[in-house]
């Protein structure tokens, strides 16, 4: 055995050094969340009481977060945002990219509200998911 690998096993210092990555990424975890779910909030209020390019860009970007192989999002659109719901919007691409729960999941009556959005900007026709199966 070489004497750097029983240092290593000694010292634990890789072990250490995995424990500081795991760490690391719990935070950053945290943060995106956090910093998501406010950001989610904002979004859907603009969703819901405005009726505005952004605000459709919005609703198509939640609907993405939903359904993303139901709702597809122009990436280009973004560009059409104003600077602070940009960084809303990737706040909340960032918190989907580490999911704990579907996005919707992180604000009160979420599913309901998100649908709500969908009809509003006419992004999904309801009655054809929502029919039962036979």
């Given at each position: 055995?070489?004497?750097?690998?029983?240092?290593r096993?000694?010292?634990?210092?890789?072990?250490?050094?995995?424990?500081?990555?795991?760490q690391?990424e719990?935070?950053?975890?945290?943060e995106?969340?956090?910093?998501?779910?406010?950001?989610l909030?904002?979004?859907?209020?603009?969703?819901?009481?405005?009726?505005?390019?952004q605000?459709?860009?919005?609703?198509?970007?939640?609907?993405?977060?939903?359904?993303?192989?139901?709702?597809?999002?122009?990436?280009?659109d973004?560009?059409?945002?104003?600077?602070?719901?940009?960084?809303?919007?990737?706040?909340?691409?960032?918190?989907?990219?580490?999911?704990?729960?579907?996005t919707?999941?992180?604000?009160?009556?979420?599913?309901?509200?998100?649908?709500?959005?969908?009809?509003?900007?006419?992004?999904?026709n309801?009655?054809?998911?929502?029919?039962?199966?036979?």
């Amino acid at each position: 055995m070489s004497s750097e690998i029983y240092n290593r096993i000694i010292t634990g210092a890789e072990y250490d050094a995995h424990e500081a990555e795991l760490q690391a990424e719990e935070d950053e975890n945290e943060e995106a969340r956090r910093v998501g779910e406010a950001a989610l909030r904002r979004l859907v209020d603009i969703a819901e009481n405005h009726h505005s390019g952004q605000s459709k860009i919005i609703a198509q970007m939640l609907a993405n977060t939903f359904n993303g192989q139901e709702f597809h999002f122009n990436l280009n659109d973004l560009g059409r945002l104003q600077t602070s719901i940009l960084k809303d919007v990737l706040a909340v691409i960032r918190m989907d990219s580490r999911p704990e729960k579907e996005t919707y999941q992180y604000i009160q009556n979420g599913d309901a509200r998100f649908i709500s959005i969908f009809q509003k900007f006419e992004l999904v026709n309801l009655s054809r998911r929502l029919k039962p199966k036979k």
